[in-house]
């Protein structure tokens, strides 16, 4: 950060005071001073200032978290870049971050921590609607104000991170005590993923430990994967069953069994606190305990120490330091004797060390316990040994390093401290069997391994998934080889038929067979394939598809039927009024009667579809006798 306090941004953000920094980005209190109110103002690091596509994704995803309005969201005023420097203009809360009333408090109660993650979930709700995944929900991105509103910082700003050059071993080793099991797997995040995040941090208030923690962040990850949380329950005494149940439904490790979306997981908070017949606002109290918070350093003396009474001399202990003093006196003097003739002891051995004859000590690397003896007995020098390493050039048994290292002069008797060998580290090959490639590169790594990598076709593992591997599982390997490993990319791909005048029942089992999917199929009328068959498909015949592709299908719904006329008819002038007439109508739907009755001299309308004939009948004695038949169009 090249710029000084009360240096000037753009002519408008003025920088007050370094209030923190996180694993993008150093954080400022500043002042706008065009609008005249506080502002926190973070300003990238330089290496990331220099990546132009992360660059790209940091401006996208500050511009939509820009768009999310909401109480417990960190508004996002602006962002912009000058003089080499990118920075982000955001909402200053004043108050604490979660991470540091944790580290104060050790735990929270369960009814302060129920609120707080109720304004989260609210916070979560807004931005999950607008379709922004925050991706880095942990204590270090919450503040909880003065006021006691809880607000959630960074919005959308974690992609950009995730996708960049930061690493698991640097900026993001916070981050991983809180993500979620697709985050640690390589797989995309959702809003669930943020609802394991916020579990993990609820859990932590109440508890006050992250329920995984490990000596490097993809041991960390992995245990995310791998192993069940330890139920809040057993930490904490009396803890309801009813928290620990939430709890444990947004921690899950099956998103599908996660709280579906935020509002659930709200309305299990809301009536948790509501059945207790406890309120959703932070209690005064704990507000209280937050503004006491001491903010300041006076000599070197902390509050704390003030308050163990380290500092402060009362008139009792005076008269008590003075009936101690002559104790001192001749307890000093007592010892400066001993001290003397200590020291005289000490003369007589070291004149008599000053005159042992020196020799050269010997190179012992490489060499065996017996060997190193026959090379040090001559110069009646001695050996122990210190510690024993594994080491990929010593053999076993064998003389690693020295101390006093070859060609250096000591005094005879002298034992000179070894290290052995213990040969070449071997550890065992985890079982990757049904990992995905990201997990298994993980656990290899944590098992101080290397992976290389090929890819098959496979109809029996999914796209994505380890195969197999070579060596096996438990087989024993030197540290550091590499393991060979097999990724499915799923069925071989097959050649797509010509579906086109096939029945859509025939084309479905094909696409079963093959493990196809079939989107709904659309449907038109045709004058050239049948009702039921095939017009026409996505990908066309030819293409090579493999399991899991899409296909897109146009089935016939026939020939378009006509709409149907009136026509007007005007029966035969021999025809006289008061006669009985029947009135046949043919056309494409076939033959059938349009009229049927006593005829009073008016036109008859009768209703065609298509082309067609009228035919006009009268009864004539027993029979209807065909009198006229018009044809129409």
């Known amino acids: 950060m090249r710029e000084k306090p009360n240096s000037l941004l753009e002519n408008r953000y003025q920088i007050l005071e370094k209030v923190g920094e996180g694993g993008m980005a150093q954080v400022y209190r500043g002042m706008d001073i065009k609008l005249n109110r506080p502002v926190a103002i973070k300003i990238l690091y330089e290496h990331l200032s220099n990546d132009q596509d992360f660059l790209r994704r940091f401006k996208l995803e500050a511009k939509a978290a820009a768009k999310l309005s909401h109480p417990a969201i960190v508004n996002v005023y602006d962002e912009g870049e000058t003089k080499g420097l990118h920075y982000i203009i955001m909402e200053y809360v004043d108050g604490f971050t979660l991470k540091d009333i944790i ?53 959308g700003l974690a992609r950009a991170a995730t996708d960049a050059t930061i690493t698991y071993g640097k900026s993001l080793f916070g981050s991983v005590y809180y993500s979620s099991p697709e985050q640690a797997r390589g797989s995309s995040a959702d809003l669930k993923t943020d609802i394991y995040s916020l579990g993990i941090v609820l859990y932590e208030m109440l508890t006050g430990v992250v329920p995984f923690s490990g000596e490097s962040p993809i041991s960390i990850a992995l245990k995310h994967l791998q192993e069940e949380i330890v139920p809040p329950g057993n930490l904490v005494e009396g803890l309801s069953p009813g928290l620990e149940t939430i709890v444990t439904k947004a921690t899950r490790k099956e998103r ?60 009792e202990t005076s008269v008590k330091r003075k009936k101690q003093t002559t104790k001192k006196y001749f307890a000093y003097g007592t010892a400066a004797v001993v001290l003397i003739l200590v020291l005289f002891a000490s003369y007589q051995l070291l004149c008599k060390f000053l005159f042992v004859p020196e020799v050269t000590v010997p190179d012992l690397t490489g060499l065996s316990l017996e060997e190193a003896e026959k090379e040090l007995s001559p110069l009646e020098l001695g050996y122990t040994v210190i510690s024993n390493v594994h080491s990929d050039t010593v053999p076993p048994a064998h003389i690693v390093s020295q101390e006093p290292l070859p060609e250096r002069k000591v005094k005879k008797n002298r034992e000179i401290e070894l290290v052995l060998s213990l040969g070449q580290e071997y550890v065992k090959v985890p079982d990757l069997d049904g990992r995905a490639e990201h997990e298994a590169r993980l656990i290899l790594k944590e098992a101080g391994l290397e992976m290389s990598l090929n890819h098959e076709y496979s109809g029996a593992v999914t796209s994505g998934y380890v195969i197999r591997q070579d060596p096996g599982k438990g087989f024993q390997v030197i540290l550091g080889e590499t393991v060979h490993v097999v990724i499915s990319k799923g069925k071989k791909p097959v050649t797509m038929r010509d579906f086109r005048g096939r029945q859509l029942t025939d084309v479905q089992e094909w696409l079963t067979e093959n493990g196809l999917v079939l989107r709904d199929p659309k449907e038109e009328f045709s004058t050239e394939f049948a009702s039921g068959e095939i017009i026409s498909q996505f990908p066309a015949p030819g293409e090579p598809v493999q399991a899991g592709d899409s296909v897109d299908l146009v089935v016939s719904k026939g020939k378009e039927p006509e709409t149907a006329q009136t026509y007007q008819i005007k029966v035969h002038p021999r025809v006289p009024a008061g006669r009985q007439i029947r009135i046949y109508i043919e056309d494409k739907e076939g033959s059938k009667i349009a009229f049927d009755g006593e005829y009073q001299g008016q036109e008859i309308g009768v209703v065609g579809v298509g082309s067609g004939q009228v035919i006009l009948m009268e009864l004539r004695g027993q029979e209807y006798r065909t009198i006229e038949i018009v044809p129409f169009p």
């Open 256 to 315: 599908n069994l996660r709280y579906s979306n935020a509002a659930e997981f709200y309305n299990d908070l809301r009536d948790w606190l509501q059945n207790k017949g406890e309120g959703e606002r932070l209690s005064t109290s704990f507000l209280q305990k937050i503004r006491s918070y001491p903010t300041y350093r006076k000599q070197g003396v902390t509050p704390e120490k003030e308050q163990k009474g380290e500092l402060r001399e009362g008139p």
């Open 103 to 155: 580290l104060r408090e050790g735990s929270l109660k369960p009814e302060e921590a129920a609120r707080i993650s109720l304004q989260i979930c609210d916070a979560l709700l807004h931005a999950h609607s607008k379709n922004i995944i925050h991706r880095d929900i942990k204590p270090q991105n919450i503040i909880v104000s003065r006021e006691g509103r809880v607000k959630v910082a960074d919005f």
